[in-house]
């Protein structure tokens, strides 16, 4: 167990100040990757890195970085930490920005209290981790592990129809640095669960082993627009219905699998969206997750079959665009193993898990060695404004990312 202990009140103040920045007029928290919202966020973010003393660093996805030299090591790989500051919509203040300030709170009390590394220790804010404007979700960490091109990325159309690359020039951080530029040893994520499996267990620490697949797809319906009155029913072609019928299967079959898969459709449009016409085109976003990869496959086959049915009975045409896959990823034992240990010696109870949600370590373990630290959520409610952490719980989750990044950061390249 570390001999240091994080200044909590800078660390509990932060999160509360952040969690302000980019609130709409009607104090809904939207920070959407690369929006004027998310400018404040991470204008905030470097003014506190560099106040800290860390070199700051933006790449050209506009990942950013605070890079501390002990001692100018420069020649090491570093330990990285950190997650993302873009938010969902009407989102809360803890998903992504605890572990982002976090990272910084470990390495600023690393710094203030004299601790030689033999590396660097690197904290890191990724680019829209959410998807939610610009799909993949992870795009900013994906990129940075070799699995996007840089410039697909930033040639990427969001929901709006802006251009990433246009929005994050606009904003100030389309960076000099190419992705990938600092090639980490190990790399740590801290993050509130956003489930609620810790709170049930009555356990602290979550030391994640891996991270469910993702499958994200935008179906389209196109059937005719016609009159909602003098319509029979046996001579429409109603994208509206057909749209319908596709949500409750996916639910059914998800409820009835006797499996951990779960599906959502989260975004829903009709055109010409007027009350009295027949929809004549539907669009709709589907997430599918497994932990299981064949059984995430097998989640996807049966859409395509019931979309092909549908398109039969309704009389409709279907047309569907790959938005995000990825399968599951198991993270480092050897880091698991730690974060198990660090939460023991701290007399904290914690617990192997899966991650259901998708996180930027996920990305990083491509290129090196990773794992992620949980904490509780109360009532396992995330991606809500109503997401809570307790405070006790929140300083717990960083003082065993303390410890871990204190041992990680101590190993020698042998
Ligand atoms: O979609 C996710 O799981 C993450 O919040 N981006
Ligand atoms: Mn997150
Ligand atoms: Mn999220």
Not at 27 to 55: C, H, M, N, P, Y
Not at 108 to 125: H, M, Y
Not at 260 to 279: D, H, Q
Request: aromatic letters at 6%.
């Amino acid at each position: 167990m570390s001999s240091h202990s994080i200044d909590s009140a800078r660390l509990l103040g932060r999160i509360r100040m952040l969690g302000d920045i980019g609130r709409d007029v009607d104090g809904r928290l939207s920070r959407l990757a690369a929006s004027d919202a998310e400018k404040l966020g991470r204008d905030q973010f470097v003014t506190w890195i560099a106040d800290a003393g860390l070199e700051v660093a933006v790449d050209r996805i506009g990942n950013i970085f605070g890079i501390w030299r002990a001692c100018g090591i420069t020649d090491e790989k570093p330990v990285i930490l950190g997650s993302h500051i873009d938010t969902v919509i009407d989102a809360g203040i803890y998903d992504g920005c605890y572990g982002v300030l976090s990272a910084l709170e470990v390495i600023q009390t690393l710094k203030e209290d004299g601790f030689v590394p033999s590396r660097p220790i690197v904290v890191a804010a990724f680019t829209n981790e959410e998807g939610v404007r610009y799909a993949p979700d992870m795009m900013g960490s994906l990129v940075y592990a070799g699995g996007l091109a840089v410039e697909t990325a930033l040639a990427t159309v969001g929901t709006d129809g802006t251009i990433l690359g246009g929005e994050l020039g606009r904003i100030g951080y389309a960076g000099p640095h190419e992705p990938g530029f600092l090639s980490p040893h190990a790399y740590i994520e801290l993050h509130i669960e956003q489930g609620p499996v810790l709170e049930r267990e009555s356990i602290t620490i979550g030391a994640v082993e891996s991270v469910q697949g993702i499958s994200w797809q935008r179906v389209t319906v196109e059937g005719d627009a016609n009159h909602a009155g003098t319509t029979p029913i046996s001579m429409r072609r109603d994208a509206g219905h057909a749209a319908a019928r596709v949500i409750t299967f996916l639910r059914d079959r998800a409820k009835n699998s006797n499996s951990p898969t779960v599906a959502t459709v989260g975004c829903i449009s009709f055109e010409p969206n007027a009350i009295n016409v027949i929809p004549s085109r539907a669009t709709l976003t589907v997430d599918l997750r497994d932990p299981d990869e064949e059984r995430l496959r097998q989640a996807e086959a049966a859409l395509v079959k019931f979309l092909d049915a549908i398109s039969q009975e309704e009389h409709v045409e279907v047309s569907v665009e790959r938005l995000a896959r990825f399968e599951p990823v198991r993270f480092d034992q050897r880091i698991v193993a730690k974060i198990e240990k660090a939460a023991k010696d701290r007399g904290l109870t914690s617990r192997r898990m899966t991650s259901g949600a998708g996180h930027d370590a996920q990305m990083i373990a491509r290129i090196a060695p990773a794992a992620m630290i949980f904490v509780p959520s109360i009532a396992g409610i995330s991606h809500n404004p109503k997401e809570r952490t307790n405070d006790e719980h929140l300083i717990a989750g960083v003082n065993v990312l303390l410890d871990v990044v204190g041992e990680l950061a101590r190993e020698v390249t042998w």
